[in-house]
């Protein structure tokens, strides 16, 4: 029984039948070996699986064993018999749980349900795919071993509501959760929820081994609470609205301190109250109302209060009453910037700056429209 073409004899079947206990061992894994490895043609695979099912019947621990083994990476092996090794006792089990493709989600999850044995949920913590379906099994076990596990094996996926679990039933385990801060992919969410839920003292920790991860987490919980913010008041600013002109910003390279005039240079006003909430520590309820101002009384305090270039008021002025009379023209239904709509933005403060005079870095606003409108239609595209 060497290599691809071997023949399985019918004295590999009278050893396995009748041999003593090593002998029987040694046929197994043979067996198993060369079926694993394709090395078998399709007579000799129903042999072969008629075999398996005699072992599962073996009474020796060590031969179901030695079977759960030799099969465990094999992607052809019958489910019933992959199944039967698997609920079998651990020694038997463990192989399969942790390796075998064969066995369904629906499988594992009725394992880890049925049984309260924790090496046998350890070994399915550790397999190379878990999912969603599987994670959420293992953590309503409860069992710190098993979620600590599951945490560091960066091929499980690991739900939202699994998450904030781990967070409610674990949140004085302070492994647990730094293994948790640890993964690739932590919604921001969940972080939000971990920073209301365990004591200072663990978070200050946790914060002190991630920094970098954790200062980053927080800024993107502050955005996530203006997008919170934005649909709490029916703006019709969407979340990804909001990342979309994040990454605009970014490609543009504009600075965060000019963040709330871009957004008025796309034409949203809703980004605008937020960039400006953000950069004042003001309400956002606050700066809409202030806004609404067709004096501009509330405009010119909220944009010194959130530092913004003085070179640049005028023209942004000028911006905000352009934006705001065709808002009332659209009867809030909200300004989508395309090219045809930015050429009218441009006319109407050009308009506007040659009755006013000499308007300082109107130019400098015009230029950043029409940047705005070709890179969300590239993006588009």
Do not use: W
Not at 56 to 74: C, G, M, Q
Not at 167 to 193: A, G, W, Y
Not at 297 to 316: Q, S
Not at 357 to 370: A, K, S
């Amino acid at each position: 029984m060497d290599g691809t073409g071997a023949k399985l004899s019918d004295e590999d079947i009278r050893k396995l039948v009748k041999s003593p206990l090593d002998k029987r061992l040694d046929v197994t894994k043979k067996i198993g070996k060369y079926y694993s490895a394709g090395g078998f043609g399709r007579e000799q695979m129903m042999i072969a699986e008629r075999i398996f099912r005699t072992l599962l019947k073996d009474t020796e621990v060590e031969v179901r064993k030695a079977l759960s083994e030799s099969i465990k990476l094999s992607t052809d092996i019958p489910s019933d018999v992959v199944l039967e090794l698997a609920k079998d006792i651990n020694e038997v089990s463990i192989p399969v749980l942790e390796f075998s493709k064969v066995l369904t989600d629906e499988d594992l999850i009725d394992i880890i349900e049925s049984s309260e044995d924790m090496s046998k949920q350890l070994s399915v913590s550790k397999r190379e795919n878990v999912s969603e379906e599987v994670s959420t099994a293992l953590i309503k076990t409860g069992n710190e071993n098993v979620v600590d596990t599951l945490l560091q094996n960066e091929g499980a996926d690991v739900s939202d509501s699994g998450y904030n679990k781990i967070v409610n039933d674990f949140s004085d385990k302070e492994d647990i959760l730094e293994n948790m801060v640890q993964r690739d992919k932590i919604p921001v969410t969940v972080m939000e929820h971990l920073a209301e839920k365990v004591s200072s003292e663990i978070y200050n920790k946790l914060a002190v081994k991630h920094k970098s991860k954790i200062k980053q987490l927080n800024a993107a919980v502050g955005q996530t609470q203006e997008v919170v913010a934005m649909k709490v008041m029916g703006m019709q600013s969407t979340e990804q609205e909001y990342y979309k002109f994040c990454k605009l910003m970014s490609k543009l390279r504009i600075p965060p301190d000019l963040m709330p005039i871009s957004a008025l240079c796309v034409g949203n006003f809703n980004l605008f109250e937020i960039c400006i909430a953000r950069a004042t520590k003001v309400p956002v309820l606050n700066v809409r109302a202030l806004l609404q101002d067709a004096g501009n009384k509330g405009f010119k305090v909220l944009y010194e209060r959130a530092g913004l270039p003085d070179n640049l008021y005028d023209a942004t002025e000028i911006l905000v009453d352009v934006l705001r009379d065709m808002q009332e023209e659209l009867k809030g239904n909200g300004i989508v910037l395309s090219k045809k709509v930015s050429a009218r933005i441009i006319g109407n403060m050009m308009m506007r700056a040659e009755e006013v005079g000499d308007v300082e870095n109107i130019d400098y606003l015009v230029t950043l429209i029409r940047h705005n409108v070709e890179m969300a239609e590239s993006d588009d595209d």
